[in-house]
């Protein structure tokens, strides 16, 4: 390893749902971060690791920020805010075709006090006309301090390259924090639960909404071609359960046969998932269930 070795860590920021999760798999390349076409879906820090041979870029997907509604809810706004204040650089991600909102307006107000170079990316480009662009860029550029302006398409992969170049610029000399082959620091046992979760999100649409979390509870090697996994769906009412299990079972072994085909990917052996579905009322405003989930509140 050469003696002028970068590193650091990157925040990224932004409305939900403006392709932050999309963003971060496809500089990765492999899904760590669950996406889904409803806001609010990180509700965790999740750390990427994109290591080049003279370079380390350690990506945080913060939770989108937000007006909370819940515990939940605050909890993932405080753990957004905290990290800013942690990382090298911040990446605030806005959506092209969106444009600006009040949403964007409540984290332009709370970077005002970061003392870190922020960068705009502007998402989702391809949906845009080319013209209306640059009136974007203007409109952004005196509302804040930018280091950089960059537009990309996260899901087309456009302008992602050049974007990694130049943050890499910007990444002070420091070690290698992570082996070369580890892409995020999350134990698999979290990823799995995530894509379990993103596979409710997409199949029951509407009906749930973000009142469910995925909990594994077992995790075995029984033999050597397959990997045993036993995981709960917890939702808040017993109507939401019924949509979950579905009729004779038809939902829960949906969810089971796509969530399945990706932990396979993930780790690269057969797969038997056994799916549960429990009821635990309100469970989004109970700190001692939150921290059941993994949401571990009193960090903050």
């Not at 760590?32 to 879906?41: E, G, N, R, V």
């Not at 705009?120 to 203007?138: A, G, M, Q, S």
């Not at 990823?191 to 979760?197: D, K, Q, T, V």
Request: glycine content about 6%.
């Amino acid at each position: 390893m050469e003696n002028n070795y970068k590193s650091g860590f990157m925040a990224i920021i932004g409305r939900p749902n403006v392709g932050k999760s999309t963003f971060m798999n496809n500089v990765i390349g492999q899904k760590i971060a669950i996406m889904s076409d409803k806001p609010q879906t990180t509700r965790n820090k999740i750390q990427g690791v994109y290591t080049q041979q003279d370079a380390q870029i350690i990506f945080i997907d913060t939770p989108g920020i937000h007006k909370p509604k819940h515990r939940l809810g605050d909890f993932m706004v405080k753990t957004a805010e905290t990290t800013l204040n942690e990382v090298d650089a911040i990446l605030f991600m806005i959506d092209a075709k969106e444009g600006y909102g009040k949403g964007d307006q409540y984290i332009l107000d709370r970077l005002q006090n970061i003392k870190r170079p922020v960068f705009l990316i502007i998402n989702k480009v391809d949906l845009i006309h080319p013209d209306d662009l640059f009136p974007l860029i203007e409109l952004y550029r005196n509302k804040c301090k930018f280091e950089e302006i960059v537009p990309i398409s996260a899901l087309q992969g456009n302008n992602v390259n050049h974007l990694l170049d130049m943050l890499k610029q910007h990444l002070p000399e420091g070690p290698q924090y992570y082996p070369e082959d580890q892409i995020t620091d999350h134990p698999e046992r979290f990823i799995i639960s995530e894509l379990i979760r993103e596979k409710v999100l997409l199949l029951t649409r509407e009906e749930i909404p973000h009142s469910i979390a995925v909990v594994i509870e077992d995790i075995e090697n029984k033999n050597a071609n397959k990997v045993f996994i036993q995981a709960v769906i917890i939702t808040e009412r017993q109507t939401q359960k019924g949509i979950l299990i579905g009729k004779n079972g038809s939902m829960l072994k949906s969810i089971g046969k796509k969530a399945r085909k990706d932990i396979e990917a993930l780790l690269g052996t057969k797969v038997y998932l056994e799916l549960w579905v429990k009821v635990q009322k309100d469970w989004r405003n109970r700190q001692s269930h939150l921290r059941t989930y993994g949401f571990n509140s009193d960090e903050y």
